[in-house]
């Protein structure tokens, strides 16, 4: 273009646009990163075989440890032989002491002593907890499964 500085104008401008969308772009991502984890709520119940009920978040279940997380007492490990229920709209993977693995959420079973795995919103199985060896959340949001870094370069 002409010698008067209107090409250095409309790259600068169009700089800035892009430079400014990229921003918007990038915060929007930050924004809902960053709320993921506080739209996860703490629904799960636990129910001892002493009666007691508590509300949080089953986070796994090995050597025979329920860790299970809370607002008001943090979290906790409970002996796996003393929960008499579990109930959980979230999704996990249900391992036997055979190596047999089940995938669903816990419905309300109809005794203590057993968990409802509800494979679909038709099909559940009953599995006895003594033969359940280790529970593990499976991430089902897209935000939570996405792993990774973000890199952003101008020239």
Known sequence: MGGD???AFHSNRLMTL???????????VLALALAAPLAAQKTDTVTLYNGNRITGEIKELDHAKLKYSTDDMGTIYIEWNKIA??????YFEVELEDGLRFYGTFGEPSRDGIVLVVLTESTADTVDMALIVKITPIKAT????????????FT
């Open 5 to 7: 500085g209107t090409l």
């Open 18 to 28: 892009v430079h400014g969308k990229s921003l918007l772009s990038i915060s929007f």
């Open 85 to 90: 229920r579990l109930t959980s709209r979230a």
């Open 142 to 153: 897209f935000w939570t499964r996405l792993d990774g870094n973000v890199d952003i370069g």
